[in-house]
């Protein structure tokens, strides 16, 4: 298996790797923003965990990496999912693409639907829902053309650039997800 590298490289960040790239301004603000060198060890940490095969063998997985096909060992961006409550089996997932050159290319939506196939294929869960905030229209977007609803509005719940915008939860159930799927193939 390739090494992963993150744009450069085992060790080294360069391109959307760096704080304060482009890709932070539409990221929530739900997290703090990593500084270089803990950027480095994230990337030294999934590397390691890639070679020791510890990460393959999370089941499901909490994070993937999203890369084209030409560079497979790239990361172009990630998804992830955590527990909103694990009592209840409720995920609440993650998407980022860092390239503003690649977004609206499809490759979020893309990654999306493979990550949502996958963790209604790998779990139980009866539902699964990702939070972004109202200024990021091109996420809602994502939502909207998979199939997700708009669960929650939670009104002035983020400052972003000095400026306040809603929190907004997308969500889908199992159910949904699965007539979607099957409305496709017999469409």
């Not at 390739?2 to 301004?25: T, V, Y």
């Not at 020791?52 to 994070?63: F, G, I, K, M, T």
């Not at 869960?125 to 939670?154: P, Q």
Request: aromatic share 10%; hydrophobic share 35%.
């Amino acid at each position: 298996m390739p090494r992963a590298q993150c744009e450069g490289g085992q060790g080294r960040r360069s391109g959307s790797h760096r704080p304060d790239q482009e890709w932070h301004r539409w990221d929530g603000p739900y997290f703090p923003k990593l500084d270089g060198p803990q950027i480095d060890a994230v990337c030294a940490r999934l590397s390691g965990a890639i070679e020791d095969d510890s990460y393959a063998a999370q089941s499901p997985l909490r994070r993937a990496a999203i890369a084209t096909v030409a560079e497979p060992a790239t990361m172009i961006g990630s998804l992830s999912w955590h527990w909103e409550s694990e009592d209840s089996d409720w995920r609440r997932m993650g998407l980022t693409v860092y390239d503003p050159a690649l977004r609206g290319r499809g490759i979020g939506t893309n990654a999306l639907t493979v990550w949502t196939d996958y963790l209604f294929r790998t779990t139980g869960v009866v539902r699964l829902d990702y939070s972004t905030w109202s200024g990021n229209e091109r996420m809602l977007a994502v939502g909207r053309r998979l199939g997700f609803t708009e669960e929650a509005c939670f009104r002035d719940a983020r400052e972003v650039r000095g400026r306040r915008y809603d929190s907004v939860v997308m969500g889908v159930l199992r159910r949904e997800w699965e007539a979607r799927g099957e409305q496709a193939v017999t469409s």
